[in-house]
């Protein structure tokens, strides 16, 4: 068994506002499905939800990851969760800063996950999952963004009076 620490930090400025942003990050549960290997989740109660992630095989080892999440915000600039049950730990923190319009989102997330794997196989397998996470975490980012974005832009269109 090997012990696998992850820990990716990502950014991207988005043509949004501050308050549109929060609420969209808040709904912790519809991030999570956004993530390209999330399978499932289910709602367990008011900040708490399960989660499948699609299984995984190499070398003729399979692994699919499950946890249950727990999450809060501060009800401004700051979502963060936590996952206290399941085969992977992880704790992230999504930070709203800048200005309505070019608003800036910062991701921090730590994922511990425990394998079947002999010793030999944690330096290519801890790399692999490297470039899962950076991956996962870009393809989330840019959803997120062209998501935001649209909703800014449809706002936008519906702001504009028609002429008399």
Known sequence: MIRIHVETKKHAIV???RRAAFEFLRQVEAMALLMP???RTQTLSGDRFSCVLKRQSSLGISFQGNYVCEYKDNGKDEVSW????GNMKSIGTWQISGRDGAVNLALEIAT???LPLPRFL???TLRYAE???SRGVDLQLATIRARL???QSACS???IEAPE
């Open 15 to 17: 043509n949004t506002t």
């Open 37 to 39: 290997d999330v399978e």
């Open 82 to 85: 936590t996952t206290p049950e």
């Open 112 to 114: 511990e996950v425990d």
């Open 122 to 124: 944690r330096f290519p």
């Open 131 to 133: 470039l899962q996470a």
């Open 149 to 151: 974005e649209a909703q």
């Open 157 to 159: 269109v519906n702001d």
